[in-house]
């Protein structure tokens, strides 16, 4: 087996068409499909575990998790479908239980779902049979199953009663039952007339309330299985009918308007339930006091900001969605593969806004990825997919960098190694684009249609795109077709460049193999075998030998035309290669989905390691150029990253030392923009800093008469509470005389009462003590007479057992004189009875041969009779099951009557309660009398410490006036500079201005300098040309020196060509002196520039360095400011004190009146 190992890493993606596809497990991780797998994301740490699919299965098709969050089901389609349990708890998603319909022939089960207590599961399988199972799922015991619809009424949505473990529901088209398990079955315990109603989802609000969403928007709430109401979605109250006109109201969907689209997605939470309304959009509904709901707010999905079509996002159905455990956070699921979420306590906070949702992790691609590449200089990941999209991904941070939404289908893509540019192919063009901050912007478009597959080279100075059976390479850098390289006679289907650039390998549908000189465009080598179409190809970590998989599911290696290994078949084919660079490993991805690990040097035999990845066929798979992460993509829209670690769990060692870069592209106009920005928001602070300060001027002057009223009114108190003070002293002065005298004559009293009780007891003891002797001797008599008796009765004993000893024995002797009379008979009958038996068996035989004959007589007539029975039992069972439906329909209205008389009696303890209650005050208010005897002696000490406090108050606040004053002096006076300050800086910003706009004009001048040279130098050039040919034709004329006609005429033809130039060349001396000129005064005026430059240069530092003070200062004078204020806090907690103390002295103040006027009245009391 190969020694390296890929484990799953990361993956975006999710797989649509799964009932129930998103799970919280808790407040921050999320449970959904991706490709062949389950995924547990994090979203705070960003990170993923991974919990595979099984090796047979056809494709997943429902989730359910547990009430206690801790158990995962999972169902999956096959020829014999299966549901399985994962525990969440562990680390890896261990799998604890297979569940299966037992001898029931299953093909897939369309929902699944959790009992509250968690150990029981009920799935319901698909058509034609709808049956539905209850397990015993740690047992993996089926305890009943039921038939819920007919093969026209696909059901949707079961649910347990999460208050009941034993009651479910189960919704569908034209469906909506309630079942009871009891006695080993499921029985129906409702029965509402819904045939024409099409439910899509349902929750369970109550014990006995459940509220179902309908194709045609309409909410409607079921208790007890029959339908009472219906909720309104426009209007925000609940349109509710009396039972009489929902009894006889015949339920129909069909003429009705559509004025709401379907309602496919329902959950229930503490405050009420939300559901989804149409496309992209949810509605929360809250409880209202009467038992009903309202609509509170809608939630959108927003419109895609890099998609051209407005409404693609926006028109997104929500399959399903849950609520985390906390109910912070809300999560949906599109058909188009999407994961949003919102944060409910930000729903309760912004009630005037318009709330959207926002990506769970990224955005994904929705159809088939037909396009993956790399580059070396940045950890970036190009796809393209037939949902019109390109995502950019950054492999590292595991985040989506980029994302453009086009018009066409996007076939292939290919990434610059710098990674700043990228390539697509389009049906009708190939488009080359730059990868700006926060764009992909096209920048030249080539004729190539259909392009398939393009990839760029390694070096990057030259790309390859095919077109049908041709490849054209370009180069880069001046964008022209060098080579068309034709040799294919079908479609091309995979290429790969070579370390060097040197090479290009390509293979095609009609079963060839070229590799391919990039500098001559010639085939060096061919492997041509037509019974396989090839669909991807790849060069050896040497590029000695080429990798190629194709339709005849083998894994074949190329060197010089000739296969040299071959990995046998198996029974999926292989769509995708991929090599690592270390050489060690061959990854190929098959039409199934799976991964294979293959070790190279390839084996002879069957030896790799498969690992689950996607649900559909791989396009496309990449090895990073530092070894350490495999990407692949399929059919199912999924992009997964693999790390390629070894046995021991480390990365693998890359010869390489990839370094990756930060450049990011921008354009001058997206420069432009932001400082514009940038200035206008420093503007903007400019204003709200001017702002704020004349506010906090005025509060300022609001708390000065603030402070003032505040301290008139606490010296008028203190004074009012002096008056009150002195009075409550007199007050006390006189009732401690009176308790005084009211003590001295309670002890007088209580020596009384002691003298008379103690006299009363000591007469007492005297006759109890005379008792006591008089039962002593009465005992001990009583104690002399018990042992005589106990004597007397053991001699008396002693005498019987002597004589039943002698009777005994004689009765022995008798007996066995018996037993020996009574053998010689038995064996005297003993012969006799073995005489009697062989008579008797004769008998019997007889007898039995007649009794035979009359009971098979007797079989043929009850045969008959059965037959007739059977056909009466059938008739009897049908009124059976129609007394039982009468029967359930009582015990319904009997639970209801049990339900009035259980309200009845909890009116009732509520009364009682009431009465208990009332008597508990009657008996505090007489304790309190008590208690405020004791308040009296606290509120004298209490009256002690406030004089202390009062004094120290006083002391305080004179204080605190005296601190107060000079610091707002000082903050006038810093004020003041600060607006100094600002003038100055907007002198400077002036001075700047002018600068710049100096600096604008001469770059101008230069520029058309600039402009003037060039038109020279062309004209030197021209000159230049001129006198090679004069050159070239004399030359020529030498040839003719011997012939003197031809000489002459060359003379003459020399003469007409040149002759008109002589006066260019006299020109070309006048040239040279204006050239001369021009010169000087290009040094001149760059002389003059470099100056201005310098100028500048020492402005901007000085600049800077004014700049610089001034925010120093103005730190200084901040920190200044807040110190400040801190202060002025400070001093308004004292204020709140001051005001605190002073109320509880004005409550303190009618308790002691009140304490003192009951006081006279105990003393009435006590006398």
């Known amino acids: 087996m190969a020694t390296v190992v890929a484990q799953a890493h990361f993956v975006f993606g999710l797989r649509a068409g799964v009932a ?23 979203t705070i740490q960003r990170c993923q575990r991974f919990i595979p699919g099984s090796e047979k299965s056809m494709g997943m098709r429902a989730l359910a998790i547990s009430a206690n969050r801790r158990y995962l089901a999972v169902s999956e389609c096959g020829e014999k479908a299966t549901i399985t349990v994962f525990d969440l708890q562990h680390e890896q998603g261990r799998k604890r239980k297979v569940l299966t319909a037992g001898e029931i022939l299953v093909q897939e089960f369309v929902c699944m779902a959790f009992s509250p207590d968690s150990k029981y599961l009920i799935g319901q399988t698909g058509g034609p049979d709808w049956m539905l199972i209850f397990w015993l799922w740690e047992k993996q015991k089926v305890l009943a199953s039921v038939k819920t619809s007919n093969s026209n009424n696909p059901i949707t949505q079961v649910s347990f009663n999460p208050y009941n473990n034993m009651q479910l529901c189960v919704s569908g088209t034209g469906v909506f039952k309630l079942f009871r398990y009891s006695e080993g079955t499921l029985k129906q315990s409702s029965f509402a007339k819904v045939e024409t109603i099409n439910f899509l989802c ?39 009918q009396p039972l009489r006109q929902v009894e006889t109201r015949k339920i129909t969907d069909v003429g009705e308007p559509f004025t709401v689209s379907h309602i496919t997605a329902i959950q229930s939470f503490s405050k009420g339930f939300v559901c989804s309304v149409g496309p992209g959009t949810v509605c929360l509904f809250e409880k209202t006091d009467d038992d009903g709901y309202r609509k509170s707010r809608e939630i959108q999905i927003p419109s895609d900001p890099y998609s051209n079509e407005v409404t693609l996002a926006e028109c997104q159905d929500i399959d399903t969605m849950c609520i985390s455990p906390a109910e912070e956070t809300l999560a949906i699921s599109t058909d188009q593969g999407q994961l949003y979420s919102v944060n409910l306590s930000s729903v309760d906070m912004h009630r005037e806004e318009k709330l959207h949702f926002e990506f769970l992790s990224q955005s994904f691609h929705s159809k088939c990825i037909t396009g993956l590449s790399i580059c070396i200089r940045k950890p970036f990941v190009a796809t393209c997919s037939l949902d019109h999209s390109i995502r950019i991904w950054n492999y ?141 190809v790849a060069f050896s970590s040497d590029c000695k030998t080429i ?91 999924c992009l997964i990253m693999w790390r390629i670690i070894d046995k021991e769990g480390r990365g693998l060692k890359s010869n390489r030392q990839i370094v990756h870069s930060e450049e990011i592209l921008v354009t001058k106009s997206d420069l432009e923009d932001k400082a514009r920005n940038m200035l206008e928001l420093k503007m903007h602070l400019e204003e709200l800093q001017m702002e704020n300060e004349y506010q906090l001027r005025l509060k300022d002057m609001n708390y000065n008469e603030k402070l003032k009223e505040i301290s008139d009114k606490f010296t008028q108190q203190i004074e009012s509470l002096k008056t009150t003070q002195q009075a409550m002293k007199v007050e006390m002065e006189k009732q401690e005389l009176e308790h005084r005298e009211s ?39 009583m104690q002399e007479d018990h042992e005589k008796q106990l004597k007397s009765n053991e001699e008396s004993r002693i005498q019987a057992l002597e004589e039943l000893r002698q009777h005994c024995e004689a009765k022995l002797q008798e007996k066995i004189q018996l037993l020996a ?37 007797k079989l043929h007539t009850e045969k008959e009779a059965n037959t007739n029975l059977k056909g009466e039992t059938g008739i009897m069972t049908q009124k059976f099951y129609t007394l039982q439906r009468q029967i359930e329909e009582r015990g319904t209205d009997i639970n209801k009557l049990k339900q009035e008389r259980q309200r009845l009696l909890g009116l009732i303890r509520s009364l009682e309660s009431d009465i208990e209650d009332l008597k508990r005050q009657i008996a505090g208010h007489e304790k309190t009398n008590q208690d405020k005897d004791n308040t009296i002696a606290s509120l004298k000490k209490k009256n002690q410490e406030l004089e202390k406090l009062r004094f120290v108050l006083d002391f305080q606040f004179n204080e605190l006036k005296k601190q107060t004053e000079p610091q707002q002096d000082e903050i006038t006076e810093k004020r003041k ?66 012939d003197p006609r031809k000489l002459k005429d060359s003379v003459q033809i020399i003469y007409a060509r040149y002759v008109t130039q002589t006066n260019g060349l006299e020109k070309s001396s006048l040239a040279e002196d204006i050239q001369r000129v021009f010169c000087r005064q290009r040094d001149h005026l760059e002389r003059t520039v470099n100056a201005l430059k310098m100028r500048l240069a020492k402005s901007a530092e000085e600049h800077d360095k004014v700049y610089i003070k001034i925010m120093k200062e103005n730190v200084t004078l901040i920190t200044e400011i807040n110190e400040l204020r801190k202060e002025l806090r400070s001093a308004k907690t004292q204020v709140k004190d001051y005001k605190t103390q002073m109320a509880t002295m004005k409550k303190s103040q009618p308790n002691s009146e009140e304490g003192l006027k009951k006081e006279p009245n105990t003393k009435m009391l006590i006398n």
């Open 20 to 42: 129930n596809n998103v799970c919280f497990v808790d407040e921050q991780t999320v449970v959904f499909p991706s490709g062949n797998n389950c995924v547990c994301y994090n």
């Open 977 to 1042: 500079k600060i607006n100094q300050l600002e003038e100055e800086l907007v002198q400077i910003d002036k001075s700047n201005t002018q600068l710049k706009l100096s600096v604008s004009e001469l770059r101008h001048r230069l520029k058309t300098r600039e402009k003037d040279m060039y038109k020279e130098m062309q004209k030197v050039k021209d000159l230049e040309t001129h006198l090679q040919r004069l050159k070239s034709d004399l030359h020529n004329c030498v040839g003719f020196i011997q």
């Open 743 to 781: 003590f001295a004559e309670v002890t007088v009293k209580h020596a009384k009462e002691l003298k008379d009780l103690e006299l009363s007891y000591s007469q007492k003891l005297i006759t109890e003590h005379e008792r006591y002797q008089e039962i002593q001797q009465k005992y001990q008599q």
């Open 396 to 536: 590292e941070t595991k985040a989506l960098e980029l994302y453009k939404q086009f018009q066409e289908e996007a076939y292939s893509v290919a990434l610059h190694p710098t990674g700043l540019f990228i390539l697509v192919g389009f049906s009708d063009k190939l488009s080359l684009m730059n990868l700006v901050i926060d764009d992909i912007r096209t920048f030249k478009d080539f004729t190539v249609r259909g392009c398939r597959e393009c990839a760029f080279s390694h070096g990057g100075h030259m790309f390859a795109a095919v077109n049908g059976n041709v490849i054209h390479i370009y180069s880069f850098t001046a964008f022209e077709n060098i080579l068309n390289l034709k040799a294919h006679n079908g479609k091309v289907r995979g290429i790969d460049w070579s370390l060097d650039d040197s090479h290009l390998v390509s293979c095609g549908m009609d079963g060839a193999v070229y590799t391919w000189n990039t500098q001559t465009g010639k085939r060096e080598s061919e492997s041509v075998l037509k019974s396989c179409s090839y669909t991807g």
């Open 202 to 240: 349902h929750t369970w609000m109550t014990e006995e309330q459940v509220i179902a969403g309908t194709d045609t928007g309409r909410l409607l709430v079921f208790e007890s299985g029959d339908l009472r109401r219906e909720i309104s979605i426009n209007s925000k109250t609940v349109q509710e």
């Open 547 to 637: 990798l190629a998989v194709g339709s005849d599911r083998t894994l074949k290696e190329i060197q010089d035309g000739q296969v040299l290994r071959e990995v046998p078949a198996d029974e999926v084919a292989h769509t995708a290669v991929a090599v690592s660079h270390s050489g060690r490993v061959v990854f190929s991805g098959t039409s199934s989905g799976t991964i294979r690990a293959i070790k190279y040097p390839l084996p002879i035999q069957k030896e790799w390691i498969m690992y689950q990845a996607h649900c559909g066929p791989i396009t496309k798979m990449l090895v990073t150029f530092d070894d350490q992460f495999l990407l692949t993509v399929s059919e199912d829209g």
């Open 821 to 857: 009379q009574c053998q010689e008979d038995a064996q005297q009958q003993i012969c006799e009875y073995k005489e009697i038996i062989k008579q008797v068996e004769e008998d019997e035989e007889r007898k039995i041969h007649d009794i035979q004959i009359k009971y098979e007589k």
